[in-house]
């Protein structure tokens, strides 16, 4: 659980970083991306390894047909987000974070289904990590304005198409490796 749980601490800590210490993330300049980049692959490693290799303890809840189909409109929304936050679609213009919206609401479609203690460790704390981002950055930058670029419908097409290609493949990478998202 250590590995997991260091995983997810090296995550939120490289994400933080530039809000936490400006001056010291100013200082590094560019190179201080390669290193950065270095320290969110790593913990994605850690993160992989220490959920595979957590042991599962006790099971507080699981997934039922109800809680898959929420999880899989959710993952889809979040997808959604992430697809339309490089488009620039029309939600970009009612939602300030819509990546980070997109990665919460990945972590609540993941709780909905997994209520084992390492789910709770990586899921719950993504999720937390998330929230205190979007905090942080509204404290830093609180004048948002919503950008008033124009919105071809070409580009909410694509956004929507490259969703539903991500969210097939996903889905398709989770039953090969034995989490079927779609069945019961």
Known sequence: MF??????ALWSAAHLFKRLAPDARRRLGT???????????FSVLLMIWGYRSAPMGEVWWGPTPAMKGINNLL?????YLFAASGMKTGITRRIRHPQLVGFALWAVAHLLVNGDLPSLVL???LLAWAIVEIIAIN???PGWQPPAHPIPIRKEGMAVFG???VF???GLIHAWLGYNPFGA
Not at 31 to 41: H, T
Not at 75 to 79: E, T
């Open 123 to 125: 899921f719950g704390g």
């Open 75 to 79: 993952v889809l929304l979040a997808f």
């Open 31 to 41: 190179s201080g991306r390669g290193m950065i980049s270095a320290a969110i692959i």
């Open 163 to 165: 969703t539903a290609l």
């Open 139 to 141: 404290r830093a930058e």
């Open 3 to 8: 590995i997991l749980i260091l995983g997810v």
């Open 168 to 170: 097939g493949a996903v």
